[in-house]
């Protein structure tokens, strides 16, 4: 069974749409994220939940919108897409309660916009 | 804030020859320092963790990785490359967030080839 899964795995669209990516983990983690990587393989966070509370948010354009249903689920809404949003975006999870836990990674989000 | 340098882009190996990739680190704190790995097309796996026990680390596949505060490092070593290592390894560095959670700090990446 896959630890962290993404969809969709491919992602190309216009400039100007909008686009949802989702992230599940079946680990019973507590704490998900979302990291954008770029052209030239560098990675940075973008957001962190905590049991569907928001803990981390890096200066990220308010164009993109996390949301947590539940403490399984992390999706990544980006409104009025941009070139420069095109990147791998992963998920990963872990449990942070009582300390610093190893982060469990989704097989990544390739999103081109054109 | 934590910063981490990985000292080269780029490593070329030959298949059964030992692996050094280097990493230095800066820190305000007692730092927890990571290698992950990123094959082709897949998402991160973590190779090894040092979170202030044991100052040399072993972690999967045969790799192992010292830390070394006088010289603020953390290099990641094999005895002998396999094709299979080739990929793209990252070291990674915590630091608090404004809210006192961790968050990860990711290196520029290393490349490591590995050759018949």
């Known amino acids: 069974d896959t630890a962290v899964s993404q969809t969709p795995k491919y992602l190309v669209t216009q400039m100007g749409n909008d686009k949802s990516i989702k992230c599940e983990q079946n680990l019973g983690h507590d704490t998900m994220y979302w990291y954008k990587q770029d052209s030239k393989k560098f990675l940075k966070i973008m957001f962190s939940y905590n049991n569907k509370e928001l803990i981390i948010n890096e200066t990220v354009p308010n164009r993109f919108s996390p949301k947590s249903p539940d403490k399984a689920h992390l999706n990544l809404h980006i409104n009025s897409l941009e070139l420069g949003d095109s990147a791998v975006y992963f998920c990963?999870?872990?449990?942070?309660?009582?300390?610093?836990?190893?982060?469990?990674f989704g097989p990544g989000t390739r999103l081109l916009v054109l | 804030a934590q910063s981490v340098t990985q000292l080269d882009s780029h490593v070329s190996v030959s298949e059964g020859t030992p692996v050094l990739l280097r990493c230095n680190y800066s820190?305000?704190?007692?730092?927890?320092l990571f290698w992950y790995v990123q094959h082709p097309n897949k998402g991160l796996q973590l190779l090894l963790k040092y979170t202030s026990a044991a100052t040399l680390v072993k972690g999967i596949n045969g790799f192992e990785a010292e830390f070394k505060k006088s010289e603020t490092s953390f290099h990641l070593t094999k005895p002998s490359a396999h094709m299979s290592d080739a990929a793209e390894y990252f070291c990674v560095v915590t630091e608090l967030s404004s809210g006192g959670y961790n968050k990860l700090i990711f290196g520029a990446g290393t490349r490591l080839a590995v050759h018949p």
């Open positions: 820190s305000s704190y007692s730092p927890s």
């Open positions: 990963a999870s872990s449990h942070e309660r009582g300390g610093l836990k190893t982060q469990y």
